[in-house]
């Protein structure tokens, strides 16, 4: 239902962008997030953006990446620009109801960046 792709192995100062299809069901009026899990570390958050566009961002990527949202095509995207070794890790795509909390999760996509 959360279908993440885009992932890769870029050098540092590259770019990709990852992309999360969801299905109408898990994507309308959610916030939709990306997450990280780097090796040996806990799942952090990356950015998220509700139903009507305002987005958050983890300290660690703002100015660098940017998380969008197509709601015709109900997919998010996160624009990865300017990376880093240090943003080396899964990424994963997730839907939240506001309302209830529940939450959806895809499987991940992996980013390695080289240095």
């Known amino acids: 239902q959360l279908q993440a792709s885009g992932g890769g192995l870029v050098q540092a100062g590259g770019s990709l962008r990852l992309s999360c299809a969801a299905s109408?069901?898990?994507?309308?009026?959610?916030?939709m997030g990306w997450y990280r899990q780097a090796a040996g570390k806990q799942r952090e958050l990356v950015a998220t953006?509700?139903?009507?566009?305002?987005?958050n961002y983890a300290d660690s990527v703002k100015g660098r990446f940017t998380i969008s949202r197509d709601n015709a095509k109900t997919t998010v995207y996160l624009q990865m620009n300017s990376l880093k070794p240090e943003d080396t890790a899964v990424y994963y795509c997730?839907?939240?109801?506001?309302?209830?909390?529940?939450?959806?999760w895809g499987k991940g996509t992996q980013v390695t960046v080289s240095s």
């Open positions: 953006i509700t139903s009507r566009g305002s987005t």
């Open positions: 109408g069901s898990i994507f309308s009026d959610n916030t």
């Open positions: 997730n839907a939240q109801r506001v309302t209830t909390g529940f939450t959806w």
